[in-house]
């Protein structure tokens, strides 16, 4: 079993904060996706949406987009549980996730590169296609951000975490949340207190430790 993976791309530290959190050791191969390497052959082939990080299992199976890689390594390492334990711990999660991906880490994603002069010829992942940039997903981005922190600062009182009083794969998603708004000088809105300490939280935590 092999990672192909770009050490220093968020979606490749987030399965990589999910390794060291659960203690788990895997053959990695570095792509550097800033050159492209995930665009040439094999690696074209083997995950035809061009993006890293993948996984290859010892049968050829392909397994991209990185919670669907964390919660396979999930079901075969199941000590140290960061999806849940219980069926209502697990659904918690899931709803989670699914918020954080769908009402920040996506307008973010798409916020930073349309932003970022690096991607200009990579507005979508996986391309080098000459779409131009629209700053207009910046500031859809902190409308959502604004919008979501507000819902989840309600949601927050007397939990440790997003998801309860366990740490789980939602807050190594909810971490690369706050990279990117301070990658975009986006600041969490003032009234959001138990946001922050979240934020605080994570950013001190030793399997969210980058160089």
């Known amino acids: 079993m092999k990672l192909y993976s770009f050490s220093l791309a968020p979606n490749g530290r987030r399965v990589t904060a999910f390794l060291n959190e659960k203690e788990i050791e895997l053959d990695v191969v570095e792509l550097n996706a800033r050159k492209g390497e995930q665009l040439k052959e094999p690696y074209k082939s ?3 949406f061009n993006c890293v990080p993948f996984l290859e299992l010892d049968d050829g199976t392909v397994i ?9 390594l999930e079901g075969i390492h199941p000590s140290i549980p960061l999806f849940g334990e219980s069926n209502k711990e697990q659904a918690i999660v899931d709803m989670w996730c699914r918020r954080i991906e769908l009402d920040a880490l996506t307008p973010l994603f798409y916020a ?3 932003t970022v002069p690096f991607f200009k010829d990579r507005v979508l992942a996986g391309t080098r296609m000459e779409i131009r940039q ?3 997903f910046l500031e859809r981005a902190i409308d959502m951000i ?3 922190f507000t819902r989840v600062e309600k949601d927050f009182s007397g939990k440790e975490f ?15 949340v706050f990279a990117a708004m301070n990658m975009l000088k986006i600041e969490i809105p003032d009234h959001c207190n ?6 605080d939280k994570l950013f001190k935590r030793k399997s969210l430790q980058f160089d």
């Open 134 to 136: 629209e700053k207009i």
């Open 146 to 148: 604004n919008l979501f």
């Open 112 to 114: 930073v590169r349309n």
């Open 64 to 72: 991209s987009e990185c919670l669907s890689i964390c919660r396979y």
């Open 162 to 176: 997003i998801c309860g009083n366990f740490f789980s794969v939602a807050d190594i998603s909810g971490f690369f």
């Open 46 to 48: 083997m995950n035809t």
């Open 194 to 199: 138990n946001v922050k300490k979240w934020r």
